[in-house]
């Protein structure tokens, strides 16, 4: 009952957000929720030892490591987000009431849709860390897109728009493609003695893996592969990304980055242990590695030269999607490790800069990197909170983000690639000069234009993302033993070795 409580809770909150009329109890509602769903997932914690093996081979709805690992970090930025929605909120309705003469309905229709879809949004990512059968997965992933779809399409312009419209065609035809992988795992399912068929759950697939068709289940992977890969923003898949980390509200654009990406990356990570246990992980390894460079090399190549903060930061994250792909491709006890960490440290750090970025667009009504200039003279809190930002999400020691990154450059050098660590080594350098003359442009100087009037940096702007930025430089320096101990046992699922 704890895992659909769970489910359930969020789900609940979201009708009740649809239906409650003032905007007092709506965001009330909205914390509640976040804390009621932190409190019960970091509960689950207190009992680590239930998640040191695969879930029952017959079980579609269970949670492992990796799944608890995911639930975790969607819960916790979850509920940091909802405290800095209320605040958002508050000064877009304030901003409604001066700009906006159409009428009390019109203005207050959208915080309703938004503040629903973003707890529906959590319930449905609560139920894919928690799906062990991969057609269960897929209703799932796909739920995801439809109740965030809103959250994009918030402001109600022709670019919010066309980033919604991009965001549903392109992630449809992504899930028809891992759909289509589920039905080739069907059929690598039907095993030699007697046409027996084994239930697509992890679990069973898993411990029969001998018994799959080796042929069918590559092509099982690849499509997998694709389909969840374009959800998670992986080149050349990625196109949808840019527009809807652009446009969204700085708060659905932190979830969209730093919870769906790492969603939509554990059903990729459940085809790879299926390929794994069948003694195909080569090829699935193969195909990461490939898919992981090549995305950090596209969003190096967009970075540089980038005239718009909010979409460098959503080429950020395809780079550190390719991060994950790449750790996960190396695999063994080291690269799977760097890889999860890297998991929980580029969440984070992302999330605040998201929400950072929401804070310049608000004082400054632009998103042009050029028209920006002197932040440190208008907006000091934020200004510090956004440098200290880039030097976390580049890697720069001793944020968190540098410790996982150079976990995965030892195990391709362990593994005595180096031709893959020189090039993943040239990528991060590539992406952080491309990030550092946009970031410190912004920040120092004259400012081009005063803003219309004088900003305030209230409490809510700057509280939820400094704490994020604290926990991304705690990482840095100190790794919980409990989070240690989760790390090594969800690599231990993934093939990763003890």
């Not at 689950?44 to 093996?53: A, C, E, G, I, K």
Request: charged share 10%.
């Amino acid at each position: 009952m704890h895992l659909y409580a769970l489910i359930l809770i969020p789900a609940a909150a979201g009708a009740a957000a649809f239906a409650v009329r003032p905007d007092a109890a709506r965001r009330l509602v909205l914390v509640a929720a976040a804390v009621v769903h932190s409190a019960l997932t970091f509960s689950l914690w207190l009992v680590p030892q239930q998640f040191s093996r695969l879930p029952d081979r017959m079980s579609w709805i269970a949670l492992d490591a990796a799944g608890l690992l995911v639930l975790s970090i969607t819960s916790l930025l979850f509920l940091i987000t909802a405290f800095y929605t209320v605040g958002y909120l508050r000064r877009e309705h304030d901003e409604s009431h001066r700009d906006i003469e159409e009428g009390f309905y019109f203005r207050n229709a959208p915080e309703a849709v938004f503040t629903g879809c973003l707890l529906f949004f959590l319930s449905s990512m609560t139920f894919v860390t928690m799906c062990q059968h991969f057609g269960l997965l897929w209703v799932a992933v796909e739920a995801t897109t439809l109740v965030s779809a809103p959250l994009i399409y918030f402001h109600r312009q022709h670019r919010s728009l066309e980033a919604t419209w991009k965001y549903l065609l392109i992630c449809s035809v992504g899930i028809a493609l891992a759909l289509l992988g589920n039905f080739l795992l069907a059929v690598a399912a039907t095993s030699a003695e007697g046409g027996e068929r084994l239930p697509l759950v992890v679990g069973s697939l898993a411990a029969d893996g001998a018994s799959l068709n080796p042929l069918w289940l590559k092509a099982a992977f690849v499509f997998l592969l694709v389909g969840y890969g374009t959800k998670m923003g992986l080149a050349p898949m990625h196109t949808w990304l840019p527009d809807a980390h652009s446009e969204a509200p700085s708060s659905a654009s932190a979830l969209l980055s730093g919870a769906l990406l790492n969603c939509a990356f554990l059903g990729i990570l459940r085809a790879h242990q299926v390929c794994d246990a069948a003694q195909h992980g080569e090829f699935s390894r193969s195909l990461l590695v490939g898919f992981g460079l090549l995305s950090m090399a596209v969003a190096g190549i967009f970075i540089v030269g980038q005239s718009d903060f909010k979409r460098m930061l959503a080429y950020s994250s395809i780079e550190h999607m390719g991060i994950l792909a790449l750790g996960a491709g190396l695999g063994g006890a080291l690269g799977t490790y760097g890889m999860l960490l890297h998991a929980v440290n580029h969440s984070v750090t992302k999330a605040m800069l998201f929400l950072v970025a929401g804070n310049i667009l608000g004082v400054f009504k632009t998103k042009q990197c050029s028209a920006i200039r002197g932040m440190n003279r208008v907006v000091p809190w934020t200004t510090l909170l956004w440098v200290a930002g880039f030097l976390a999400i580049t890697g720069s020691p001793p944020f968190g983000v540098f410790l996982s990154e150079f976990t995965i450059l030892r195990a391709a050098l362990d593994q005595g690639r180096n031709i893959v660590a020189a090039v993943y080594l040239g990528l991060l350098v590539l992406i952080f000069v491309g990030m550092a003359t946009i970031v410190l442009n912004m920040s120092q100087g004259e400012p081009a234009e005063p803003p219309a009037q004088e900003p305030r940096e209230t409490f809510s702007m700057i509280a939820p993302p400094a704490l994020l930025g604290l926990l991304a430089l705690a990482l840095g320096l100190y790794i919980p033993p409990a989070l240690n101990d989760m790390l090594h046992r969800a690599a231990e699922a993934l093939g990763g070795g003890a």
